[in-house]
């Protein structure tokens, strides 16, 4: 067995491990550089002394080698290089593969729901199904692939290990994906993915299925097909007839999902998408506070969600108190701390007194 050089891939923010023993030759750090997932290959140059300097000035311009799941895995992985276990948080290694899968998951699930909060047909959305059904498993081998970047620099051993990540995790949502009652057909993911132009929907499909399949729809004018050399599709192109059937078939996987459900559960699924809608409504409302708000703390969002955390703590009658905090810290501008703050908060309903009252209790803080 090789020698595995995962343990050499830093995993602590903008901490770098330097290797020069990388399979493609190449002498520098893989590293998470902005703590968000995306680890890039950053490539230096020894000087004599003994100093790296790096290659490139912008970190932008260091190539992407691993995002996804296999970067969520590799925080999470035990990790035997004293460096990296030097600094890592103590409980960072606790989750065991289930629960990095299931909290990776969730994590793109907050994200997906946050992408799209502000998409104006969201409000009808079954998030569940737009999730599970339509869009993780084709994000999530576009990611993986973007990660086979990283084979250039690791060994066959590591490589196999790698791919393990990936192609378990994709088993994983797919099992979810099935035991929740989305079963996406065949024909369902050739319309979707000639219809958006992208192939990562077809998900694992092979071209002879594919192929077939394209046949098929084309003999229900489903979609209209120019060949190149030989029955192979070269160009598909989906018909009016084709959406339509398209939309057919989602909607009877969403009723099949729902007809699989059991009373408790529908209850308990809307229930869940009820607390969803209400989750958004309320996030909505506070930044439309915050955006009026913060004109009073020179345009400053952090200093006015702290305010907004504080006041909401106390009653009315300590609220003009720690308003003359934020004045004399400078956070809150003297021309808004009376009757333009007092406004806002006595319109959202976050001060119940008179404008008299305000002024009276601000004067004696």
Known sequence: ??????????????????????????????ADVRGNGVYRFVEVERYKSGHFKHIHENTEDDPI????????????RRNTNRLVTMFEEKAQRNKDI??????????????????????????????DYEFYA??????????????????????????????????????????????H?????????VLRSYFTNDSYLLEDMDDYTKNEIIEQLEKKDCVKVIRVFGDDAWSVTVTDK?????????????????????????????????????????????????????SCFYGNEEDTRDFLKQIRNVQDRDKPAIAKQYLD????????????????????????????????LFNKA
């Open 65 to 76: 080698v691993i995002v996804g799941i296999v970067a969520y895995w590799l925080k999470n």
């Open 242 to 294: 084709g959406k339509a059937y398209m939309e057919h078939l989602e909607k009877q996987m969403r009723e099949k999902q729902n007809d699989g459900l059991s009373e408790l559960e529908q209850l308990r699924k809307e229930n869940e998408e009820l607390r969803a809608k209400i989750s958004r409504e309320e996030d909505d409302k506070e930044a439309e506070i915050v955006k009026e708000l913060a």
């Open 98 to 127: 289930k629960e990095q899968f299931d909290s990776y998951t969730q994590w793109r699930f907050e994200q997906f729901k946050t992408q799209h909060k502000d998409d104006p047909s969201s409000w009808k959305w079954d998030w």
């Open 134 to 179: 339509k869009y993780i498993i084709p994000h999530e081998l576009m990611l993986n692939k973007q990660t086979e970047a990283l084979f250039e620099y690791i060994t066959d051993d590591d490589i196999k290990q790698v791919r393990a990540v990936m192609d378990n995790y994709i088993e994983y949502l797919k099992l979810y994906r099935t035991e």
């Open 1 to 30: 067995m090789q020698q595995s050089v995962l343990d050499e891939i830093s995993n602590i923010g903008s901490t770098y491990i330097y290797y020069d023993e990388w399979r493609n030759n190449k002498t520098g750090s893989i």
């Open 181 to 189: 009652g989305y079963e996406v057909c065949d024909e369902l993911k």
């Open 329 to 360: 810290a400078k956070k809150l501008s003297e021309l808004s701390s009376k009757r333009p703050l007092w406004t806002i908060l006595k319109r959202y309903g976050l001060y119940s007194k008179g404008e008299s009252n305000w002024s009276t």
